[in-house]
């Protein structure tokens, strides 16, 4: 009974691709969020949507596009791939308001 | 910019003492500030948080610690367990936005 889940968890692909990475949560939340974690563990919000409209969106190259299809999924896709974009990326899922967000498991990216 | 930062990267602690790990936060507007735990291979796991008008809060065998003259956030783990060894963030989490993680210290519980 995964809350929070995301796939690939592992994605490796060369530069220049463009690549998805999907995320789905059960938990009847209305907010869902992606931030990538560096190689330094830093965690930096990237986006944050409401109700499926997107309320935050931090300095993120126009290369990701995130999109939410309904409030229980919220996929990000990158266009053109460069090796800076290695990370790992997580996936979150609050009610609005609410203290407490939930992590998925993330997907590890490594551009080559 | 970043705005929650850690005094140390790494922290080692023999199995069954107290561990304490720091944090300093330089935005005074949050309304809460947040533990998370990191495990190896998985997404950051809620802890504990504080409001901004307390000064301490326990849960299970874990104590927050606000000083909000010094900017200063710190998290008590007692009778530390190897279950314990992950990465911790602090967090601030301001209003409508969301949250914001600091830089993280490894907790290595040594057996």
């Known amino acids: 009974d995964t809350a929070v889940s995301q796939t690939p968890k592992y994605l490796v692909t060369q530069m220049g691709n463009d690549k998805s990475i999907k995320c789905e949560q059960n938990?009847?939340?209305?907010?869902m969020y992606w931030y990538k974690q560096d190689s330094k563990k830093f965690l930096k919000i990237m986006f944050s949507?409401?109700?499926?409209?997107?309320?935050i969106n931090e300095t993120v190259p126009n290369r990701f596009s995130p999109k939410s299809p309904d409030k229980a999924h919220l996929n990000l896709h990158i266009n053109s791939l460069e090796l800076g974009d290695s990370a790992v990326y997580f996936c979150?899922?609050?009610?609005?308001?609410?203290?407490?967000?939930?992590f998925g498991q993330g997907t590890r990216l490594t551009v080559v | 910019g970043e705005s929650v930062g850690l005094h140390l990267p790494t922290l080692s602690v023999q199995e069954g003492d107290n561990s304490i790990i720091n944090c300093a936060y330089s935005?005074?507007?949050?309304?809460?500030f947040i533990w998370y735990k990191q495990e190896s291979g998985k997404g950051p796991q809620f802890i504990i948080d504080?409001?901004?008008?307390?000064d301490k809060r326990q849960g299970q065998r874990v104590t927050v610690l606000l000083n909000k003259t010094v900017k200063h956030l710190s998290l008590q783990i007692a009778a530390t367990q190897p279950g314990d060894s992950a990465v911790y963030f602090c967090?601030?989490?301001?209003?409508?936005?969301?949250?914001?993680f600091g830089k993280g210290t490894r907790l290595s519980v040594i057996a």
């Open positions: 979150a899922s609050s009610l609005l308001g609410q203290i407490e967000a939930f």
């Open positions: 938990l009847g939340h209305d907010t």
């Open positions: 949507y409401n109700n499926k409209e997107l309320i």
């Open positions: 935005n005074s507007a949050s309304d809460y």
């Open positions: 504080i409001r901004s008008n307390m």
């Open positions: 967090a601030e989490k301001p209003r409508n936005t969301p949250l914001v």
